[in-house]
DNA sequence: CGCGGTAATGATAACCATTATCAAGTAAAC
DNA sequence: GTTTACTTGATAATGGTTATCATTACCGCG
């Protein structure tokens, strides 16, 4: 007897949803439909930033949904594969994942070395400078990371 | 031959070895002497960019040292919590580590996601950026990593 | 529909970089 | 030289991730 809570998180990010994004892309794809993939990309369409691997897992588990973690991996293996989603390595050994919205619109981290908490930000500069980079180099880019590491306001 | 700077900054050490640097900080810190210890130094300060705490220890190995692996996780992670060395995650799940230098001056790295190639780069126009962002948000940063993934010369 | 080929699944074993443990070794203080 | 406790190297343990495998179920085809 779970009462389901009304409240919705939808982070609707302007345009096309990522959820939908993802669903045609895997359909086109040629995947087959299962439910343990619609599970993890619904979860994934419900984050505002990155979550962990077993963070997703416990989740569905404690929605009810008895999948296995081996397939949030693979899921997210697949998904990352096809450039649905991004994976963010914080430094603690523990790979996190977040939706890669198809408009290109992304943020970076800013991680506290003391207690572990993330928080996202935004910088137009500094995605300027970062693409300025990418076409100096001799290298083609596709992706690119930034962290920032220190103590957030509560650990300072 | 010890020069002692009251009242200076990290960052005045210009000209100095980072072999020098780092037995200073240590010796200052009050660790014994140990050739475990001096020989992660040595290896380290004839590094241009990153390698690994197995590429470290087999390329020690094969000098002829006895050095247990441990001593090098140990080393390294008593070097970066004095902030002597940098630690890079270039998402493979390895993480690898490079000589910190007093002076500031450090490069970021292209990733091959390909290879697995490490390639670094320098760009004070994206330093500049950091810098900016690093006093805009609420947090205090003490270091950045930035990465580029995509392909290498070669892969491409 | 009802097969049947096979992609996908979940439990679990294996993998592997890193960390903890511990008896033995050793630098430095006394 | 003796003492103290820091350091070491071998090895066990840890933990996130990946591989394995028997079972399930999606879906094209007749
Ligand atoms: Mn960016
Ligand atoms: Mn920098
Ligand atoms: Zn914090
Ligand atoms: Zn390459």
Redesign the pocket.
Known sequence: MSSQHAHSHDHDHGGESWDAHATVALARKG???????DTVVAALAGQECCA???EIHSRLRSDGS??????V???L?LLHGMGLVTRIDTGD???RFEPTHPDGAHHHHLVCTTCGAVEAFQDDALEEAIHRVADRVDFRVDAHDVALRGACRACR
């Open positions: 995947t087959r439909r299962s439910s343990a993939r962990s691997a077993q008895t999948i296995g973690i081996a397939s991996y693979r899921t293996e050994g523990v790979a």
